[in-house]
């Protein structure tokens, strides 16, 4: 169940869609038969590891 707790939302200021990342998550999430936020939610993860590993 998605409840406030677990949902996150984002926003893609100006600056950054040129990069257009929605398109570039969707053909990959395509691609690779994920789907975005299984895509988004990863990235994430990898990203806290590997700040919270320059820590140690």
């Known amino acids: 169940?998605?409840?406030r707790s677990n949902?996150?939302?984002i926003y893609i200021p100006k600056r950054k869609a040129e990069h257009r990342p929605i398109e570039r998550l969707t053909q990959l999430a395509e691609?690779?038969?994920r789907s975005i936020n299984y895509l988004i939610?990863?990235?994430i993860l990898q990203?806290?590891?590997r700040e919270e590993a320059k820590d140690s």
């Open 1 to 3: 169940m998605v409840t």
């Open 7 to 9: 949902a996150l939302s």
């Open 31 to 33: 691609r690779e038969d």
């Open 41 to 43: 939610v990863d990235a």
């Open 47 to 49: 990203f806290l590891d």
